[in-house]
């Protein structure tokens, strides 16, 4: 993606829009010193982010061992600590960042006991590592990874559980609520980290409807015969 489509997606997107993972900080990129780099930054509106992009045009930047370099339209961008390499800052890379902001006050509006609403589900993700295929360190791993990237994509947490240490079996289980717009998004990420922990699936379970037990439900006699 170039300077000029980075700025054109960002236009278009929500100003209030508030990214966990978004970037800013535009300098030149240590891997080619005449394209454009952006450092990582966390909640970061889009207007911020649209603001770094746009004072990078036109603007001149010294590369890492020397030389000057001015950005374009047409210059690629990275995401990059200043004088490290990084990633490509693609279409895909911003159309999950984007994905997974919010604008503020949208979750804050709901009450615990009120209706989700039809565009938010309820979904049961788990791990495991039972047939002892990942060592310790790689479990440990791909167990932090999979919270991290629900916590990108979701909206609420319910619960996050893990075997007993004592247990046999190893597992990991979080409950979360996430839009329907966001879950192919978050769906992509968790398929990436499965074949990054050579996993052969992640279980994803979707609530499809919840009851409420209350103290004076009426109690039903079990047939004992």
């Known amino acids: 993606m170039n300077l000029g489509e980075l700025i054109a997606t960002l236009e278009a997107a929500d100003p209030n829009l508030v990214v966990p993972n978004g970037f800013n900080s535009p300098h030149s990129y240590r891997g080619y010193y005449n394209e454009l780099a952006f450092e990582p930054a966390s909640n970061i509106t889009v207007a911020a982010m649209l603001d770094s992009a746009r004072s990078a045009l036109g603007t001149e930047y010294e590369g890492y061992k020397g030389g000057n370099y001015t950005m374009t339209e047409y210059t690629d961008c990275w995401l990059a600590l200043w004088g490290c390499l990084g990633e490509t800052l693609g279409p895909t890379l911003?159309?999950?960042?984007?994905?997974?902001?919010?604008?503020?006050?949208?979750?804050?509006?709901?009450?615990?006991?009120?209706?989700?609403?039809?565009?938010?589900?309820?979904?049961?993700?788990?791990?495991?590592?039972?047939?002892?295929?990942?060592?310790?360190?790689?479990?440990?791993?791909?167990?932090?990874?999979?919270?991290?990237?629900?916590?990108?994509?979701?909206?609420?947490?319910?619960?996050?559980?893990?075997?007993?240490?004592?247990?046999?079996?190893?597992?990991?289980?979080?409950?979360?609520?996430?839009?329907?717009?966001?879950?192919?998004?978050?769906?992509?990420?968790?398929?990436?980290?499965?074949?990054?922990?050579?996993?052969?699936?992640?279980?994803?379970?979707?609530?499809?409807?919840?009851?409420?037990i209350t103290p004076d439900a009426t109690p039903v006699e079990a047939d004992l015969a």
């Open 94 to 212: 911003l159309r999950l960042m984007l994905a997974a902001g919010t604008v503020p006050g949208e979750t804050a509006a709901l009450t615990e006991g009120e209706p989700l609403g039809p565009e938010m589900i309820t979904v049961y993700a788990s791990i495991g590592n039972s047939d002892d295929k990942l060592t310790q360190t790689r479990w440990s791993g791909l167990a932090q990874r999979f919270v991290n990237e629900i916590n990108q994509f979701a909206s609420r947490i319910h619960g996050v559980w893990y075997s007993a240490p004592d247990s046999r079996y190893q597992n990991a289980c979080v409950c979360f609520e996430i839009t329907g717009a966001r879950a192919p998004y978050l769906r992509e990420y968790l398929a990436a980290a499965c074949k990054d922990f050579d996993q052969d699936s992640i279980a994803w379970a979707v609530v499809q409807g919840t009851e409420f």
